[in-house]
């Protein structure tokens, strides 16, 4: 038997034991999910092993730099975090990465989304006028519309409240109001996020079910 | 215990990131590449450390301990250290071990998406029987107006002026909302940061 016979028919067997999901939890579902786990585990480390720690690790420490030494003891302070003894040795470690990671995410919002959504709340209204040809005073209604749904959705998340003798803390009046906007807005994107996942897995749906069909067809008429 | 030592290490490392985003003089560029180099070998060997705790700190405890779904553990330990070791002998891009990625990652991962939808939609459903105030309502009416959007289904309107303006209003309608959402992410994402950097909240300390 051809050996990429074998990869569809293995392919196939798991496609099928992840659809066995469709009637409950079962074991045949668990098999497919323990072999997924374990290879993509095991393949996700060899990438790890490839792309990460050989070029940027083990080729510098080759070549003699002395500040690979560096990430060479933090990432072996770091292995002492899987011995509950000795695991107080890599906070060093993770408060590097910590601390990096704190700082990219930090750039990242700032120049990345906050930077950028703003510029684009005020892109809104009328600068792209003179390409698109839209009348300005449209671009300023949808401007409008637009500021509205991002102020009302922001005003939703402050969940400050004054508190008051006796009862729970209420928001303010204007932030009450607004975040009431500001829910419609919210379920108006969630549901449009919904119904994006909902597409995506429906055309994974009908892919699947086509590959099932297609190689059950080929297998019975050979 | 607080460790004064990690929460400086964190603090130094972090400012000296954070102020090359702002300032790109050369001297702070050519301490701040080597950290970031320095953080990609450790968040790579920070997922090593998550794999073989994955593996050796669950499964092979199960299996040890013979627990009742050890045979489940079993499936994983093997298939973990047969993708492995070929891996590791031949590479990450050999044609063998990228067949484990074709014809195992994803019809799994397909197929889990597909089963997601079904789920999905089950599970609104039952959401809108039990939520029946007005922000369900607009969710619920939301998703199956944007399902018809995305089928294509509207797709002939492009000939017509006046429901291509309609659709195109459409596909708007929900950027305030997401722009909303992104802003309160950022800022949130903003404030946690600068609590690690300032030592406030320190997630390194075992």
Redesign the interface.
């Given at each position: 038997m051809n050996i990429d016979v074998i990869?569809?028919l293995?392919?196939l067997v798991?496609?099928l034991f992840?659809?066995s999901?469709?009637f409950g939890d079962n074991p045949v579902f668990?098999?497919?999910?323990?072999?997924?786990?374990?290879?993509?585990?095991?393949?996700?480390?060899?990438?790890?092993?490839?792309?990460?720690?050989l070029p940027?690790?083990v080729v510098p420490l080759i070549q003699g730099s002395i500040?690979a030494l560096?990430?060479l003891i933090?990432?072996g302070l770091?292995?002492t975090?899987?011995s509950p003894r000795l695991?107080?040795l890599?906070?060093?470690?993770?408060?590097?990465?910590?601390?990096?990671?704190?700082?990219?995410?930090?750039?990242?919002?700032?120049?990345?989304?906050?930077f950028g959504?703003?510029r684009?709340?005020i892109d809104a209204f009328g600068s792209q006028a003179n390409t698109s040809g839209t009348s300005p005073l449209l671009l300023g209604v949808?401007g409008l519309?637009?500021?509205?749904?991002?102020?009302?959705?922001?005003a939703?998340?402050n969940f400050g409240g004054k508190e008051q003798a006796g009862q729970a803390p209420a928001r303010v009046a204007i932030s009450a109001w607004l975040s009431g906007i500001?829910?419609?807005?919210?379920?108006?994107?969630?549901?449009?996020?919904?119904?994006?996942?909902?597409?995506?897995?429906?055309t994974?749906?009908v892919?699947?079910?086509d590959?099932v069909i297609r190689t059950i067809s080929t297998l019975i008429t050979g | 215990m607080k460790s004064p030592v990690a929460a400086f290490v964190a603090f130094v490392i972090g400012a000296i990131v954070l102020v090359g985003y702002f300032i790109p003089a050369a001297p702070l560029q050519a301490i701040r590449t080597p950290i970031l180099d320095w953080a990609i070998v450790l968040a790579g060997f920070a997922g090593l450390v998550a794999i073989l705790n994955l593996i050796f700190g669950v499964h092979i405890k199960r299996i040890r301990e013979k627990t009742p779904r050890q045979g489940f553990s079993w499936l994983v330990v093997i298939s973990f250290f047969v993708v492995f070791i070929a891996g590791v002998i031949l590479g990450p891009t050999n044609p063998n071990v990228q067949n484990v990625v074709t014809y195992i990652q994803f019809p799994i991962e397909a197929s889990l998406m597909a089963v997601l939808a079904i789920t999905l939609a089950y599970a609104s459903l039952k959401f809108l029987q039990r939520q029946r105030n007005w922000m369900g309502i607009v969710f619920f009416v939301a998703t199956l107006f944007f399902l018809v959007v995305n089928s294509g289904i509207l797709s002939f309107s492009s000939n017509i002026p006046v429901l291509r303006t309609l659709v195109s209003a459409a596909h708007q309608l929900p950027v305030g909302g997401a722009r909303g959402i992104l802003l309160g992410i950022a800022l949130g994402s903003l404030a946690t940061g600068i609590r690690i950097l300032i030592g406030a909240d320190r997630p390194y300390n075992n």
């Open positions: 990869w569809t293995i392919s798991l496609t992840i659809f999901y469709l668990r098999i497919a999910t323990g072999i997924f786990v374990g290879a993509a585990a095991g393949y996700f480390a060899v990438v790890i092993i490839y792309q990460v720690i940027h690790l500040l560096f990430p933090l990432s770091l292995l975090k899987l695991g107080r890599g906070n060093v470690s993770m408060a590097v990465l910590v601390g990096s990671g704190a700082a990219i995410a930090i750039g990242g919002a700032a120049l990345g989304t906050i959504q703003v684009a709340a949808e519309f637009l500021l509205a749904g991002t102020v009302t959705a922001l939703y998340f500001g829910k419609f807005f919210i379920a108006l994107t969630f549901g449009a996020i919904f119904a994006g996942v909902l597409t995506a897995g429906l994974a749906l892919e699947r079910a590959f | -």
